[in-house]
């Protein structure tokens, strides 16, 4: 039996939307809550070059990206999973992590992906630590917005041994990270509790938000926001009904499923839809979603044919006898990146119909480059507008830099500044040169 009604949820939701920050309410303009940033991780890197293996992940060539030169001349690679996208993605590689693992590759990566911090002595376990804040948890705090925390999403399953890898609050402070879209689709909406609120509240908050547009500190921009605010406080029965009964019930069936391999995608792709609802209607400034664990031991299911372990697949471990329908098993990987990427385009898609991807930063990236544990050629795709900082539609080289430097280039792109209104320029290990990289950037 349903716990909640459709009706429960928007009661709650519309007296639960957020009141954006309004700067020059409050004498702090520098807070404003600026472009969403979404980050999708996966595992065990992408099927590139790497010894004696050819390119099957990047495009052909650098320069400009089109759908029909990702769909035709770069088929076979991974990256034509995103054709229908092509102008409104900036690819980017030659990338690197600055600082070596101290005890395992996966968790090394992982630990200076979001962060560009050095990595922590070994622990008791397989795990060391970032030893510094990932960006989420920069983008979350500049905000009221989910009282200054980044979504962190999972999809996948949990064997034990290294799980979440990818946000944390600062150094050694690993946040974790929620499986279950129905569990996180109730609570930000409001449905585990105060579902006997009336629909009177709306009215109230509406006559509140009325009262504020009217006041002459209101700058032009805030007035933007306030509006943007009234709007999705009045047309949230709308919003929320881009989750149709269908995935509603999706949701509650993948409860107690979503760490299982046959359903592991799919949650991931529940997961979206919710990231496009939150981002909507300003339920978060900035969203993680990691699929697969440190490792991503995952069986994953490719055309009816269900693979071997994905790490193994990865590292090129796997008896030749379990191919199947792939001659190689870089290809078989191939076959996992584009499974990966599927999700991503669908997240695209989510955000896409709910008018936010050209507002939003939005990246899809993997913590170690190849299955050989490299930590250069950092596989970086990046989709959406933000603040228009970012050039679209281009396939990029960075010529082996650190990674700080697409760290801070993404933050610049969300819209925030330093106090003196300059870009940002360094994020990550003091020690780290930092600097904006001028191939991301637009004009």
Not at 72 to 99: N, Q, W
Not at 375 to 397: E, F, K, S
Not at 405 to 432: C, K, M, Q, W
């Amino acid at each position: 039996m349903r716990s909640a009604t459709r009706r429960d949820f928007l009661r709650a939701s519309a007296a639960a939307l957020p009141l954006p920050f309004l700067g020059s309410l409050q004498g702090c303009a520098g807070e404003a809550s600026g472009h969403p940033l979404v980050v999708v991780r996966a595992a065990s890197g992408v099927a590139q070059a790497d010894g004696e293996e050819p390119e099957r992940f990047w495009p052909t060539q650098l320069g400009a990206l089109t759908s029909s030169l990702l769909r035709e001349r770069d088929a076979d690679r991974g990256i034509s999973e995103l054709a229908d996208y092509a102008d409104r993605l900036l690819l980017v590689r030659g990338t690197r992590f600055p600082f070596a693992a101290t005890h395992e590759a996966h968790s090394g990566g992982g630990n200076q992906l979001l962060t560009a911090a050095r990595v922590s002595p070994s622990t008791d376990s397989v795990m060391t630590y970032a030893l510094g804040e990932s960006i989420d948890n920069w983008v979350a705090r500049q905000s009221n917005v989910n009282n200054g925390e980044p979504l962190t999403l999972y999809a996948g399953r949990r064997d034990d041994y290294g799980e979440e890898v990818l946000s944390y609050r600062g150094p050694m402070q690993l946040r974790g990270a929620e499986s279950d879209p129905w569990s996180v689709y109730r609570r930000l909406t409001g449905a585990d509790g105060g579902s006997e609120m009336r629909a009177p509240v709306n009215e109230l908050i509406l006559a509140r938000l009325a009262a504020l547009s009217a006041s002459p500190r209101l700058s032009a921009a805030d007035k933007v926001r306030l509006e943007q605010h009234t709007d999705s406080v009045r047309d949230f029965e709308l919003m929320t009904a881009r989750l149709s009964e269908e995935i509603e019930a999706a949701m509650e069936d993948s409860a107690g499923n979503s760490t299982l391999d046959a359903f592991s995608l799919d949650v991931a792709r529940l997961h979206c839809d919710l990231i496009a609802l939150v981002l909507r209607s300003g339920r978060a400034s900035a969203v993680t979603l990691q699929i697969g664990d440190r490792l991503d031991n995952a069986n994953y299911t490719i055309n009816g044919q269900i693979c071997p372990a994905y790490h193994s697949v990865s590292h090129r471990s796997i008896d030749e006898a379990k191919l199947g329908q792939f001659a190689s098993q870089q290809e078989m990987h191939l076959g996992v990146n584009r499974l990966h990427l599927g999700v991503f385009r669908y997240l695209l898609d989510r955000l896409d119909d709910s008018d936010m991807l050209d507002r939003s930063v939005v990246v899809f990236v993997s913590d170690v480059s190849t299955g050989s544990h490299r930590y250069d050629q950092i596989p970086w795709v990046i989709a959406g507008g933000g603040d228009g900082t970012l050039c679209q539609g281009r396939y990029v080289d960075a010529g082996n830099v650190t990674h700080d430097r697409v760290l801070a280039t993404l933050l610049t792109a969300t819209g925030h500044r330093t106090a003196t209104g300059e870009p940002i320029t360094r994020f990550g290990d003091e020690s780290l040169e930092g600097g904006l990289l001028d191939v991301m950037m637009s004009g």
